[in-house]
């Protein structure tokens, strides 16, 4: 992923909104996709993923959109919450490879206001 | 359930000395990745790990050098550390190479002086 160094950009929502955030991936040979939640001085923390014959997948109060022909991604959360306050990151892989590495794209940092 | 667990969680070193950060994948898991995040930046996959074999290898600097052990951890010995290796380390567990999941664990924050 390509790094903004400390400019992260930031998604700020009111309690209740939904979020939409966004993500536009570099390798079109990639064939797995993943948004991962990290909160501050936490691991990255799997909220859900979709692979490359999909367009949409959802999960409990997210859903994830894949628009191949751009090689953009986007996340959906419904009825933000405080809670989910945190930077958001997608990462690709391609899983024909020697492993799934994978390349994470610019964090999103989703500000949830009460 | 048990999670990955790395250590030491922080770690402060001066320039040009040497840092072993340590990774236990969860049990059963044969497949670690280390990953580095700069401050505000996202995670770069550094090096990777199956069956205890070097399987992929991504901007890890010469400097740097990890190994996966019998017991499936994993150590990552960075040596003649400079002041932009100050960063959070992530491993991350999977069950075989191919296995699209994969579990980070906490990660040790990485302050050079």
């Known amino acids: 992923g390509e790094s903004v160094g400390l400019h992260l950009p930031t998604l700020s929502v009111q309690e209740g909104d939904n979020s939409i955030i966004n993500c536009a991936y570099s390798?079109?040979?990639?064939?797995?996709f993943i948004w991962y939640k990290q909160e501050s001085g936490k691991g990255p923390q799997f909220i859900i993923d979709?692979?490359?014959?999909?367009d949409k997948r959802q999960g409990q109060r997210v859903t994830v959109l894949l628009n191949k022909t751009v090689k953009h991604l986007s996340l959906q959360i419904a009825a933000t919450q405080p809670g989910d306050s945190a930077v958001y990151f997608c990462?690709?892989?391609?899983?024909?490879?020697?492993?799934?590495?994978?390349?994470f794209g610019t964090g999103t940092l989703l500000a949830v206001q009460p | 359930a048990a999670g990955v667990i790395q250590s030491p969680r922080h770690l402060i070193k001066e320039k040009r000395e040497t840092a072993t950060l340590k990774c236990y994948p969860i049990?059963?898991?044969?497949?670690v990745y280390w990953y580095q995040q700069g401050p505000g930046q996202d995670p770069q996959f550094l090096i990777s790990?199956?069956?205890?074999?070097?399987?992929d290898k991504g901007s890890i600097p010469d400097r740097f050098s990890a190994q996966q052990f019998s017991d499936y951890h994993s150590e990552l010995n960075m040596s003649s550390l400079e002041l932009g290796d100050s960063a959070l380390y992530f491993c991350?567990?999977?069950?075989?190479?191919?296995?699209?999941?994969?579990?980070f664990g906490p990660g040790t924050r990485l302050t050079v002086t």
């Open positions: 790990f199956y069956e205890k074999m070097q399987s």
């Open positions: 049990p059963r898991h044969d497949t």
């Open positions: 991350a567990s999977s069950s075989g190479h191919r296995s699209k999941e994969q579990y």
């Open positions: 979709i692979r490359s014959n999909m």
């Open positions: 990462a690709e892989s391609f899983t024909g490879g020697a492993t799934n590495k994978l390349i």
């Open positions: 390798n079109s040979a990639s064939d797995y």
